[in-house]
């Protein structure tokens, strides 16, 4: 399992490489003192890849976009290859290119088996993304197929008006 | 003088040759783990601990041990309080490390009064490097091996840490454990250095080159070699200015370190490149993380 956290409290001051923070995921497997191996930066370039940021590899994070560094984040997430992804409002402050694209980087991983459980509140990108929803208002208010739930009514009136911090939770 | 002359003829003897494999030892070796120092802004705490380091280094000089396990302990000790009173007590951590480090340093300061040398004190806080003995100058040696080679093993892994400790510790990464190393390091670098460049200027030596280093290159990886370049030629310059100026060593010696910051605060000019880069690029500044709203 692994988890991106809604608000990264990393130190994106720090002059890394994208590379060397996203072969930092490899560590989840074998030993936790090594250096990166060949095989460790392969799997990194595979996940920059899978999130459309390879071109970003030597770049320094603290250069990075909002949207990017969200990737980057993911990226890392992914090289620790976990069969449940946790993504706690991974497009909030996103751009809508950059929402696009991590749309579908996420649909990509759905389609390839791995569980991704995510909170957010942006229903179009849930309702094309995601094909189960939980909505949450402080306990369950619906679980489901997100057409469905989504299509419930007053739903939109729970996440947008009176609660708008209430996540819904979606399983992909 | 010529210049071929300027710079060998000062090594001609013994104790000058010493002091040069010295201070070339602790000027790699300091910014080596200076560098993460720096990036984990513990420079305050470093130098805090190089005062509390005295405590050690008298208590083991008065108790006829050795001074590199009396630094490190002290320094140890130190951290110890710190942790103590900002987790337990609840103190701000800067306050705690101001108030244990100079309690310990004025522990230190009255026992190294008790030593009855009064050259001793002004000996410890500043050093001198022609003074070294050779099974010191051996120390000093393998300690810079041991650090140089356990930064490059570790680089990599200090590096994800520092950048997230968080994900560190999810991925099973002892940050405790490296964190403790860390500290180590850097107190058993200020003992060490203490018989060339002193206490007081061990910590310059620990911070200036590598401090210089992060201005000059855009890489934390690529700025370790450089920031022991940078602290072996401070070594190695101060004391050929020293020589000729017939200045103390440990303070010509950090001021060449010092130096080299200001230099390379010229040289790399961050507040006009930057501005220079956006401008080329054609895009207006814009904050490189957006809030959520």
Known sequence: MAYVPQRSTARWDLPL????????????????????????????????????????????????????????????????????????EPFAGLDSASADSLSLAIGDLCANGMTVLCAMHELAIARSVFPRTIALDRAVIADGPTVEVLAAEGIEQIFVTRHPSSPAGTVG | MNGLAWLLDPFATTFMQRALVSSLAVGIAAPAIGVWAVSRRLVYLTDAMSHA???????????????????????????????????????????????????????????????????????????????????????????????????????????????????????????????????????????????????????????APAVAARLLVPRLSRSVPLASALGAFAGVFGLLLSYHLALPTGPTIAIVAVGEVALAALVSRPWSGRRAQVELAGVSPAPAHAGAP
């Open chain 2, 53 to 207: 380091i005295l405590a050690g280094v008298a208590a083991a000089a008065l108790l006829g041990v050795s001074l590199v396990v009396g630094g490190i302990a002290a320094g140890l000790f130190m951290a110890l309080l710190v942790a103590l009173l900002v987790i337990r007590v609840k103190v701000p951590e800067d306050s705690a490390i101001g108030v244990v480090g100079q309690g310990l340093f004025a522990i230190g300061v009255i026992g190294v009064g008790l030593l009855g040398d009064p050259r001793a004190l002004s000996h410890v806080l500043f050093g001198n490097p022609l003074t070294v003995t050779a099974g010191e100058v051996a120390v000093q040696i393998a300690v810079a091996i041991v650090i140089v080679g356990a930064g490059w093993f570790l680089g990599p892994l200090l590096g994800m840490s520092t950048f997230d400790g968080a994900h560190a510790r999810t991925v099973g990464v002892r940050v405790g454990l490296l964190d403790t190393g860390l500290i180590v390091a850097l107190a058993l670098v200020v003992v060490v250095g203490l018989t060339s460049v002193g206490v007081l200027m061990a910590i310059t030596l620990i911070t």
């Open chain 1, 17 to 88: 490489t994208v590379s060397e923070v996203v072969v930092a995921g490899c560590r989840a497997r074998g030993s936790r003192w090594r250096r990166p191996t060949p095989d460790d930066r392969g799997q990194a370039r595979i996940s920059l890849r899978t999130f459309g940021i390879e071109d970003l590899a030597d770049r320094t994070v603290g250069a990075l976009s909002g949207g990017q560094a969200q990737r980057v984040l993911l990226a890392r997430a992914f090289v620790q290859q976990p069969r449940v992804l946790l993504l706690d």
